[in-house]
């Protein structure tokens, strides 16, 4: 059967796109950000992970505020990136893996989760700029990818006790899919962000630590922190955090700590990146 091996969870800062198309990732400013993620590119060589769950939000390329799910899982062969306003990225086009995400979306919805399902769409930095920190720049991204996308931009947001939940049922879906396939679930999103207004620039350094480390272990409670919570001590824009959530919960009652990064700053957040596995 198919397996959920491991569990990514990664910033996707659209500067971090920028840096990699422009060769500027060894430069004074990326260069630390970057070789934080060296392990993990050796270690997903070593992997090779058939699939990838891939948990993201959309900037209003593929949803506007006419269409906003709350859980939108892409069923397609291929996933082009999206132009964002200056071009699309120049990196390969995604590679779905519709048996599986299909079979997901079955065992999902007879789960009592109401998904959204996607045949077309294309995929912004939200999606390719993780592909891009853990991959490099190859030719053809290495796995296959499911997009599962989340809305985090316009309220009311999943609660985090309903996206760990998502993340207990995509298990569940993966674990009854007949066919041998190593997967990863990767969240992505966050760290602790405000992107407007009085609190422009907020980041809030030990919070973004205290919830790293919350999803280390068998602890769940990070599943129970409110909303507001976030707002308060994250900013606007650090409720993408819950979208790790939907990873942890995807990896059972306790994890292991592969590999762990924080740097500060990174445009105008700070970059968190896990790697775990159940343990």
């Known amino acids: 059967m198919a397996r959920i091996s491991a569990g990514v969870a990664t910033s996707h800062v659209p500067l971090l796109g920028v840096a990699v198309d422009q ?3 060894r430069d004074a400013y990326f260069g ?4 934080g993620y060296d392990w993990t590119k050796r270690w997903e060589a070593e992997q090779k992970p058939d699939v990838i769950v891939l948990v993201y939000n959309d900037h ?3 949803f506007d505020a006419n269409i906003i799910p709350t859980f939108a899982i892409g069923t397609g062969e291929h996933f082009k990136p999206a132009d964002e306003g200056w071009g699309p990225r120049a990196v390969p086009d995604v590679s779905g893996h519709p048996d599986l995400a299909w079979h997901i979306a079955q065992s999902l919805i007879l789960d009592d989760f109401d998904m959204t399902i996607i045949n077309q769409m294309d995929v912004d930095h939200g999606l390719t700029v993780p592909l891009s920190m853990m991959f490099g720049t ?5 796995a ?5 996308a989340v809305n985090v931009v316009t309220y009311p947001v999943p609660s985090g006790n309903r996206c760990w939940m998502l993340g207990e ?3 569940r879906a993966v674990e009854s899919f007949p066919e041998d396939l190593n997967v990863q679930i990767w969240g992505t999103g966050g760290m602790s962000h405000q992107l407007q207004g009085q609190r422009a620039g907020l980041i809030n350094a030990e919070w973004d630590n205290r919830f790293m480390d919350s999803l280390i272990g068998d602890s769940d409670a990070a599943r129970r922190i409110p909303h507001i919570e976030y707002l308060r001590e994250t900013g606007s824009e ?4 819950v979208m790790w959530l939907i990873m942890r919960g995807a990896l059972g009652q306790r994890t292991r700590l592969l590999h762990r990064h924080y740097h500060v700053p990174c445009s105008n957040t700070a970059i968190g ?3 775990l596995e159940p343990d």
């Open 32 to 35: 630390p950000i970057f070789a």
């Open 23 to 25: 060769g500027k990732t």
């Open 169 to 171: 049922a995509i298990r």
């Open 60 to 62: 209003a390329s593929a």
């Open 138 to 142: 190859p030719a053809a991204w290495p």
């Open 238 to 241: 650090g409720i993408e955090m």
């Open 144 to 148: 296959k990818v499911i997009p599962l």
């Open 273 to 275: 990146h896990l790697v």
